[in-house]
């Protein structure tokens, strides 16, 4: 169970990052209330993972998460390039994530 709870925290920390970007300065109303309530759910999914799994391991893993999602939604909606180089190096993270679930 923390190790899904801890997936979900990741993709909420996509969520509120994307949402910060979106909120200009906390000058846009929906964004900055979607990045305050993915924040809140993202930590507290994150230390209910931090329980029953090592901090070093949850937090690189909700890290890896969260910011290859950021960066793959940035890329799909074009306010990031694609390229080969980064492609590779964001699928190193997950490869790395993937490891350390694995060892774990």
């Known amino acids: 169970m923390s190790w899904l709870v801890l997936i979900v925290s990741g993709v ?8 910060l970007g979106l909120s200009q300065g ?42 290859v999602l950021t960066v793959v939604y940035a890329m799909v909606t074009g306010d990031e390039s ?8 964001l699928a190193g993270i997950v490869g790395c994530v993937i490891g350390l679930k694995v060892l774990h």
């Open 82 to 89: 694609v390229s080969v180089a980064k492609v590779l190096l």
């Open 26 to 67: 906390f000058s846009r109303l929906v964004p900055t209330i979607v990045f305050g309530v993915a924040l809140l759910l993202s930590m507290a999914g994150l230390a209910y993972a931090m329980r029953e799994l090592p901090v070093g391991t949850s937090y690189a893993v909700w890290v890896g998460i969260g910011a």
């Open 12 to 19: 909420l920390e996509a969520v509120w990052a994307t949402a």
